[in-house]
């Protein structure tokens, strides 16, 4: 009847449950196609997953759960997989056995086959619009929290078999050039010859810039005329413009490389200054935006409050804006890339603006019947320093992102030298980068993205607790043991013993909830609920590699706690390699 049996063994089991549950429902007239499962993961000490459908159908047809939760147990053949009971007023909670865990360890055998099973049924077409930072300023701290989230949601993505495109929307077409380019000229700077760190001196002079227009008229007069200029296609602005985008962009890649980000595109603002007069014209045409004052500014009326707050698409001076170069953008990323989803990932502090932006961007394509793609804002809080609040040099300035990562990479050195004094420069090197980036990357990852998090170099590199070097020394932990029995890890065959004393089968557990959470990360866009998963299965693999000896005499206990550990190593590198944090095999 049914062949519930060979199919039963899904990387996600409450997947499995759930197909079940429906097969033996839907023909039976106290339920029907209406009964929802609604299977989650249990509390450990009930069972591994739930049933809770039981209650709200139920309720619907005013029966009795408790007797359903019974009627629906008794329908369920007996298995070898799994024991039920009900909780409560009409929970179902199913405990895999063993022979479960056996089967799935067997199944899911390396990253390949983890891939496989985890691939989405309709892949999407997604673009990740992340980083982005202004040009003609170099990178800052607080650059960081886009780059590395939109990377690890990105990776996230193609792990489950999206196609993503990795977009760089720079800040290359704003007001700072007018500054820039006055200050550049009354210094009389040659572009050519700024020394060994020339975004430094870029963003010095236009510091510097900003002074002058700040107290004198005149200057701030000046000023504006070379940004008019600028935009009017004036050719020596232009040239020396483009000169301080190669300038700041030569920085900005010397970042994405050492964090392993590289973007398909970096099309920016400026790629769409002469994409926007279309879009006035169409919102205009559907009366989505209206004249004010000069500007043009859309009203939401149906919001409570941007139906007074207006989101200016132009300015009053006619100037584009960063408003109307985001649409332009999504019609452009729409029509030429045929994208589905867009995911945008910056701070808190523009919820405003992509709230407003996604509404305008909806009710315009619907005018012209366009699929429009569905928009999503990624928002991130701050990074803090120990006093609290947004974290600066002790000057007060902001913390450049290349001292903060070099920085990290020296303060591991020092944590890899005392534990290999006799290592080689050059492996201390290599290491040191692995531990200090991961460190840094981890330590912005495990947090809730939407929270503020503290800085602090002693938690994040630190080896005990939940962060980057733990994980990675995880790894290189289970390494050495495959070292010492000099096998691969691909190599261990399969036991005969199903995981049977209580921590092994604890990990085993753990490691059948890899796929739960996948699943939550992506429906929040938020890799910290991955990182935790990463971090409770180091504890459970410490206390099961703590409480059981691997190397045993008994070849099947050997091979059971081998596979457990292959399987943990698997795991564990396919996880970090999501959050872009390399691992060592020696750490
Ligand atoms: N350049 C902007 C900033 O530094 C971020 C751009 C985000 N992307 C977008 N399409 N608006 O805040």
Redesign the pocket.
Known sequence: MLGYRSMFIEFDPSVSIDRILREITLENDAFGASFEPQVRPADERFGDFQANGILPFAKKAGLNPRDLAQKLIGLLPHSDFWETSIAGPGFINFKLSPLFFKKWIEKFKNAESFRNAAEVKKPQKIVV?FS???TAKQMHVG?IR?TIIGESLARLFSFIGHEVIRDN???DWGTQFGILLFAIKKENISLEDLGTDPITKLENLYRMGNGWVKDDENKLVQAREELVKLQNGNPENLALWQKIKDISMDSFLGIYKMLGVQFDYSLGESFYKNKVEPVYEKLLHHQICVENAGALVVFHPEHKRFSKQPFIIRKSDGASN?AST?LA?VEYRRKEWQSEQII?V??GR?RD?FEQLFMTVQKWFSKEKNICPILKHVWFGTILGEDNKAIKTRDGEPIKLIDLLNESIERAKALVVEKNPDLENSEVSRRAKIIGLGAIRYADLSQDRTLDYVFSWEKLLAMQGNTGPYLQYAVARIHSIFRKVGLKPNEIRISDYPPTSDSEKKLARKLLFFSGAIKQTIKELKPHFLGTYLYELTTEFSSFYSQNKVVVEENEIKFLRLILCARTLCVLEIGLDILGIETLQEM
């Open positions: 619009d982005s930072p202004n650059h886009s929307h720079l800040g960063y985001d953008t945008y910056t701070d523009q603006h």
